[in-house]
T-cell receptor, first 114, second 109 residues
Framework: GAGVSQSPSNKVTEKGKDVELRCDPISGHTALYWYRQSLGQGLEFLIYFQGNSAPDKSGLPSDRFSAERTGGSVSTLTIQRTQQEDSAVYLC????????????FGSGTRLTVV | KNEVEQSPQNLTAQEGEFITINCSYSVGISALHWLQQHPGGGIVSLFMLSSGKKKHGRLIATINIQEKHSSLHITASHPRDSAVYIC???????????FGKGTKLTVNP
């Protein structure tokens, strides 16, 4: 596609439910990144994919968070048993090969856990 | 201490003014990025720098590798420039962007 597409744009969920956030990167971009921006906080790295592999998942805050990427394209970030502190904007970015080639960001998914 | 520090945190200007936003970092980097985030959350990549200076329209970004410092300048500022400007660095050997906390710019007409 022309840009990085994220869905849904907004998600309200009850505490304890599981949620799935989707990222569709620019076609041909091998590198894909997930970031989180909590209210009043800066952006923080969650996970990096190169193709379908995740060489760096060091930013995932707990084992309730997982992500996968299939076909070297679409990625899904899953949060199990959501907590109120998971409320944030989740941003995805892609890059042709890696960060030194620049990033294109999606518009984000605003997750609210009530 | 954060690895990436931005100043000022908030900046209010009148239309037409020259704007400078500063970014200092304390780690080795392979590149530095300036990003723009409008209300609603979408992020646009403005510049990627590893040395020297880049210009795009009214925006100019500079970097001094020895001093570990970068500046983003906006000439002839306009209300549509109102946004949060974020500095981020690619640490050498890592694909993990490290972000500053952002500078919220408001340009009044």
């Amino acid at each position: 596609g022309a840009g990085v597409s994220q869905s849904p744009s907004n998600k309200v969920t009850e505490k304890g439910k599981d949620v799935e956030l989707r990222c569709d990167p620019i076609s041909g971009h091998t590198a894909l990144y997930w970031y989180r921006q909590s209210l009043g906080q800066g952006l923080e790295f969650l996970i990096y994919f190169q193709g379908n592999s995740a060489p760096d998942k060091s930013g995932l805050p707990s084992d309730r968070f997982s992500a996968e990427r299939t076909g070297g394209s679409v990625s899904t970030l899953t949060i199990q048993r959501t907590q109120q502190e998971d409320s944030a904007v989740y941003l995805c970015a892609s890059s042709p090969w890696g960060g030194n080639y620049g990033y294109t960001f999606g518009s984000g998914t605003r997750l609210t856990v009530v | 201490k954060n690895e990436v520090e931005q100043s000022p945190q908030n900046l209010t200007a009148q239309e037409g003014e020259f704007i400078t936003i500063n970014c200092s970092y304390s780690v080795g980097i392979s590149a530095l990025h300036w990003l723009q985030q409008h209300p609603g959350g979408g992020i646009v990549s403005l510049f990627m720098l590893s040395s020297g200076k880049k210009k795009h329209g009214r925006l100019i970004a500079t970097i001094n590798i020895q001093e570990k410092h970068s500046s983003l300048h906006i000439t002839a500022s306009h209300p549509r420039d109102s946004a949060v400007y974020i500095c981020a660095v690619d640490r050498g050997g890592s694909e993990k962007l490290v972000f500053g906390k952002g500078t919220k710019l408001t340009v009044n007409p």
